[in-house]
């Protein structure tokens, strides 16, 4: 899956915030967006590729793949 521009903000906004392929619970994900004046990424907490659990999501690293 290749990323859009919205999505790739967030990711860089994550990745600088709590580092590369950090796990997220969807507070930290609307604080992450939110200081970043983002829209909230549904794209992270909707697709089952992403879930790390329950609650938790994992923010895809730049430039990885992700397989469907």
Known sequence: MSLNRNQIAF????EKENGVGA???RD???VTADK????FPYWLVTKS???AGRGK??????????AA
């Open 36 to 39: 970043h004046s983002l829209p």
């Open 11 to 14: 990711v860089e906004a994550s």
């Open 23 to 25: 796990v997220l619970t």
């Open 57 to 66: 999501y994992a923010v895809p690293a730049l430039g990885v793949t992700v």
């Open 49 to 51: 590729e992403y879930r």
């Open 28 to 30: 930290h994900i609307k």
